[in-house]
């Protein structure tokens, strides 16, 4: 008899200690438990509960500003968080790394989940990375120095003569030699930097590059010294993608999340926040 009342008092404190615990942090006061489970999102990264994403170093304007990704700001850090909240991470649970653009499209393994820096889809590196559904569609341009001949140029015909540049590893060579098909061999550099200081020493006369990279080397890089000659036919446009590993389980969901993104209007909005049509006209 001794040995159950004992029990009986032991099993009350038990169930009044337990009754306690929970007033103290199921009710309101400062002793509430306010702390969110991680994410559970049911997919399969790089780290667990985190999506890892790379950009270029440094990555220009109008892309990512200040080269700052993690702040959200410019096109594709921007769209890089969108997509993330649409498969269920929170801006927190986002980590940034960088790679070299060729380094991010060649075979072996990655050390992201994902990568956007301009990335064109093309056949030849979809054989070694995943693409996912392309986040934006663009035109190439003619950039060229202020006062020049190819600055005058009013259509495709004028720029035959021009010494033409661009930048190793761009379907901007393929526009350049398809669309324009100019006298002399198109000069390949490799960055937008290098290009760009060909251009400011006269050694091309324009540079061929996308749309929204023409408006940052018009009005960052030359400072006011270039002219944005004209966008050429649409259908030398690329189509910007992300990129993943191959084979990567993640690529079917990143493009669902893009296509939710581009049918409920995002993409678009994005696109008018940082990336604003400047009026260059198309060259026939």
Do not use: H
Request: charged share 20%; aromatic share 6%; glycine share 8%.
């Amino acid at each position: 008899m001794l040995k159950k009342t004992r029990l009986s008092a032991a099993l009350a404190l038990g169930a009044a200690a337990i009754l306690a615990l929970t007033a103290c942090t199921s009710g309101g006061g400062e002793t509430e438990n306010t702390a969110e489970p991680a994410p559970e999102t049911g997919l399969s990264t790089l780290t667990e509960g985190k999506l890892t994403i790379a950009t270029g170093e440094p990555a220009f304007e109008p892309w990512v500003v200040g080269d700052d990704p993690a702040s959200g700001e410019g096109f594709e850090a921007a769209v890089a968080y969108a997509v993330a909240e649409q498969l269920g991470f929170a801006d927190e649970d986002v980590e940034w790394v960088r790679t070299t653009f060729d380094a991010a499209i060649a075979p072996g393994p990655k050390d992201f989940d994902l990568n956007l820096q301009q990335f064109s889809v093309t056949e030849e590196r979809a054989e070694v990375v995943d693409f996912s559904s392309p986040y934006y569609e663009t035109t190439q341009a003619v950039v060229a120095a202020t006062g020049t001949e190819a600055a005058e140029a009013a259509g495709i015909a004028d720029l035959k003569s021009a010494t033409l540049g661009v930048m190793s590893g761009t379907t901007s060579l393929k526009a350049a030699e398809d669309v324009i098909a100019p006298d002399t061999d198109v000069q390949v550099f490799n960055d937008n930097a290098d290009a760009v200081t060909a251009l400011q020493n006269g050694q091309i006369d324009a540079l061929v590059v996308d749309l929204p990279t023409a408006f940052y080397v018009r009005d960052a890089q030359l400072e006011g010294d270039g002219v944005i000659v004209g966008q050429l036919d649409a259908a030398a446009g690329d189509e910007f993608a992300f990129v993943l590993p191959k084979d990567s389980a993640l690529t079917a969901d990143v493009s669902a999340a893009v296509d939710a993104l581009r049918a409920d209007g995002t993409l678009e909005q994005l696109e008018q926040t940082w990336l604003a049509d400047q009026g260059a006209p198309f060259l026939s």
